[in-house]
């Protein structure tokens, strides 16, 4: 069995893109969710068909929404991405030789289910390497391993932290980067923090600034971001080091007028990581926010039943603000909200706010763009 652990960029890889990179550039791909593709759960599902240039997405695997692609279920755009019922339909549109399945659900956690682990295992007998983000490690397991070995399939752990290099201390070194530091957060997790970073890097690109993202999750990687890194695979100890890692390598590699740092989950998420948006924000040394917030949500995801409410947004611009940065544009996750009042309900934001809202595919990222220049330019 060939097994791949995920690459993160810092000063100890030379500068360079990731080995892993140019091995899995444009893989053919599917994206197991079955079940999922329709739910937040999926958000790893979601960023891919969004677009990767890692893999070359196929098909997505969700037998409750067969027949239809996956960009207009998404997006209501095309995407030319098939949703088939099963892996063996899967197979037949990815052709000949070893494409990959991905795991594209995210779960609470990050275990492997039953469900999956059988899904898995059938993954491999039809022929598929797979690359899965899960806390359990598909190198691991004692029945996914064993038969990855005999049928000469690779497992990509993505969460399984660097065992090939000293992990690295945070110096301070990314107060000197020239680049203006922007973090996107969220007022909860799965809210749409990545696509809007992405989003927000082609529209600085557009007008005329460049920019990089510093991907912290798995589905960055997967998406075949250049520089960042996998943060819940890493101790709490090297998680501001290996950040200023990688936004040291993009300096030095790119130069960036912009850096966008992905967020993670909510600084009031009790489900969430202490080191997460928190650590982004101060390890990063950012000099401004973005916050994503879905107007529809009342709890935090996955608590529910616990009713852990989300704090007012007010309320968490406030409590941002006192890091001594200011939150410069809201942008606004439409998920269950009427079409016909999202100008309203951003409009409604912005009084209240003062401060630019804006709905990313509704509306673009043009004046989230102009609040990030306006950071850059008063510095």
Request: glycine share 12%.
């Amino acid at each position: 069995m060939s097994t791949l652990f995920q690459q993160i960029p810092s000063l100890a890889k030379a500068f360079g893109k990731p080995v892993i990179d140019r091995m899995y550039a444009r893989q053919r791909a599917v994206i197991l969710a079955d079940g999922a593709f329709r739910t937040p759960g999926a958000k790893v599902a979601h960023g891919l068909v969004r677009g990767s240039s890692r893999f070359d997405i196929r098909a997505v695997v969700d037998s409750t929404c067969a027949g239809s692609d996956a960009g207009v279920l998404l997006d209501g755009r095309f995407a030319g991405i098939h949703v088939v019922a099963d892996l063996a339909g899967a197979r037949v549109l990815v052709g000949e030789g070893r494409p990959v399945a991905i795991l594209g659900v995210a779960p609470h956690g990050g275990r492997l289910t039953p469900d999956v682990h059988a899904e898995l295992v059938r993954a491999l007998q039809l022929g598929f390497d797979i690359v899965s983000g899960l806390h359990d490690y598909l190198c691991d397991d004692p029945v996914i391993a064993p038969l990855a070995g005999k049928l000469g399939a690779t497992l990509t752990d993505v969460r399984k932290p660097p065992a090939d290099r000293p992990l690295r201390y945070w110096s301070g070194d990314v107060a000197d980067l020239r680049a203006t530091r922007v973090a996107v957060l969220g007022t909860d997790c799965m809210v749409g923090k990545r696509t809007t970073s992405r989003l927000l890097v082609a529209a600085l690109h557009e007008a005329g600034s460049s920019a990089e993202m510093i991907h912290t999750g798995q589905t960055g990687w997967m998406q075949g971001g250049r520089y960042g890194i996998v943060l819940d695979s890493l101790p709490s100890d090297f998680i501001a080091g290996e950040l200023e890692g990688a936004m040291l390598a993009c300096a030095a590699d790119s130069d960036p007028d912009v850096m966008v740092l992905e967020g993670q989950s909510a600084l009031r998420n009790p489900a969430g990581s202490g080191a997460g948006s928190r650590g982004i924000l101060i390890a990063g040394d950012a000099h401004a926010i973005v916050l994503q917030h879905s107007p529809t949500r009342v709890f935090f995801d996955g608590l529910e039943d616990r009713g852990y409410r989300i704090p007012d947004i007010a309320d968490e611009v406030d409590l941002l603000e006192r890091f001594d940065r200011p939150v410069c544009a809201v942008t606004v996750n439409t998920q269950g909200m009427d079409p016909a009042s999202v100008d309203a309900e951003c409009a409604r934001l912005e009084r209240r706010l003062g401060r630019p809202v804006v709905a990313p595919f509704e509306h673009g990222l043009g004046r989230v763009v102009e609040a990030v220049r306006t950071i850059g330019t008063a510095r």
